[in-house]
């Protein structure tokens, strides 16, 4: 069992994170996909994350957040590794869902739940290997255009940057780009993806 202890974690580099994730663990996770969630407006309400100051009842707004899922063809269960949630570690995709976008509790503010209703969750897809190979940061984009300084301290590894490719994570992200593997598809397309 993967410990999330042992992971390579940087904290708002997310996709850097997964990558990572699934390149030091090709063995030992089979049919593992890494899965990029946002919106058009790159405003998206996700509950149970570790920077909320309560987690399970006020979300963070990510632009963009990565996570990565394995899918068990064998008993048909499929669980989520998300390094920057308070969830288990791994976390059972039906749960990851429900208490990550779809929060059941009196106590949130209906505020939240609309803001999230009216903006969606959409989710790309790429399976890790392809992921691996086609995915290239500069980290450009956690730079401050008027500052030159760091949104926030980047991961003190070598940026994953392939000069053949180039800096492609707002490839990844644009919801018109289709030159990048991964479809975006809506929550009830992902669980049936991964059913």
């Not at 309400?45 to 309560?54: A, E, L, P, T």
């Not at 990565?68 to 390094?83: H, P």
């Not at 969750?121 to 790429?126: A, D, G, P, S, T």
Request: charge should be negative.
């Amino acid at each position: 069992m993967i410990q999330v202890e042992e992971c390579i974690y940087t904290s708002c580099y997310c996709e850097e994170n997964i990558y990572k994730f699934i390149e030091k663990y090709p063995g030992e996770i089979d049919n593992i996909y890494a899965v990029f969630i946002s919106n058009p407006s790159q405003k998206c309400v996700i509950w149970g994350q570790k920077k909320s100051n309560d987690p399970l009842l006020e979300p963070v707004i990510w632009d963009y957040h990565v996570i990565a899922i394995a899918k068990n063809e064998d008993c048909g269960t499929s669980v989520v590794y998300d390094l920057d949630t308070v969830l288990p570690f791994p976390c059972k995709l039906s749960s990851y869902i429900s208490q990550c976008f779809n929060p059941n509790t009196s106590e949130i503010d209906h505020h939240y739940l609309m803001f999230a209703a009216q903006s969606g969750h959409f989710f790309r897809v790429i399976r890790g290997p392809e992921f691996l190979q086609t995915f290239s940061s500069d980290r450009s984009h956690m730079i401050d255009k008027k500052s030159g300084n760091w949104l926030s301290p980047p991961p003190v590894y070598d940026s994953i940057f392939k000069p053949e490719i180039g800096h492609n994570l707002q490839q990844f992200l644009s919801f018109k780009d289709r030159s990048l593997p991964g479809q975006w598809i809506n929550s009830d397309e992902l669980l049936e993806l991964f059913v």
